[in-house]
């Protein structure tokens, strides 16, 4: 079964818009993660959210989670031409970190 | 800031011979992983390993694949007789106890021919 899977698969918006991204799982998880990536190159660690949180803040960042409906949501405000890059959303598929599901990702565009 | 790193960036191997991917995790992170991503796809879990032995491995992890410690610092993966759909980037991630994100090196392109 998938794990992850974000809509929408593409984003397009203008600077200084902001960006939202969802993610919907399918079995139970002990936390959440969002990754970007830049052009095929490493995943960089964005926000970890545990199972019984709701919503986190990082900068710019906002994540919430809704366990009850195996979703999550990423809100990049006020967003910046940099933040063009696929975003990724991981599970750890209630293994409690031994095992990372990654969905297939949002490519955002941030138009100047 | 401390950096995973991944040698060779780009390695190109016939069909059928074996190849060695190597990984220096963070120095003081205990949990080690690997996947993989075939260009335009998702990202794939290949396995876990944390206190020396394999803790999770995925279905793509079978009897041709192997990772090692070798050395307390070094992290290897090795792909005994590699096929053409094993061209992927293969990127190494290492993690610190508890509940933090993993830190991904910058990848390994592999391509069989």
């Known amino acids: 079964s998938q794990q992850g899977e974000e809509d929408p698969q593409a984003l397009s918006i203008q600077e200084g818009e902001n960006a939202t991204m969802n993610c919907s799982y399918k079995?139970?998880?002990?936390?959440l993660q969002w990754y970007r990536q830049n052009s095929g190159r490493g995943l960089v660690h964005l926000i970890l959210?545990?199972?019984?949180?709701r919503e986190k803040h990082s900068g710019r960042l906002r994540v919430t989670l809704d366990t009850s409906k195996k979703s999550s949501s990423l809100l990049i405000t006020a967003s910046r031409a940099a933040d063009t890059a696929s975003y990724f959303c991981?599970?750890?598929?209630?293994?409690?970190?031994?095992?990372?599901?990654f969905g297939a990702g949002t490519r955002l565009f941030v138009k100047a | 800031e401390p950096e995973v790193t991944q040698t060779p960036s780009h390695q190109v191997t016939q069909m059928g011979q074996e190849v060695i991917l190597r990984c220096v995790p963070i120095?003081?992170?205990?949990?080690f992983y690997w996947y993989r991503q075939i260009l335009g796809q998702k990202v794939e879990f290949l396995v876990s390993?944390?206190?020396?032995?394999?803790?999770?491995k995925s279905e793509i992890f079978d009897d041709q694949f192997s990772v090692e410690r070798p050395d307390g610092s070094n992290f290897t993966l090795k792909i005994r007789s590699t096929k053409l759909e094993d061209s992927a980037m293969y990127f190494c991630?290492?993690?610190?106890?508890?509940?933090?994100?993993?830190?991904f090196g910058p990848g390994t392109r592999l391509t069989v021919l």
């Open positions: 991630a290492s993690r610190i106890q508890g509940l933090r994100g993993e830190v």
């Open positions: 390993f944390y206190n020396n032995e394999i803790s999770e």
């Open positions: 079995t139970s998880i002990n936390n």
């Open positions: 120095s003081n992170h205990l949990y």
């Open positions: 991981a599970t750890d598929a209630g293994t409690g970190g031994f095992k990372t599901i």
């Open positions: 959210i545990r199972s019984n949180e």
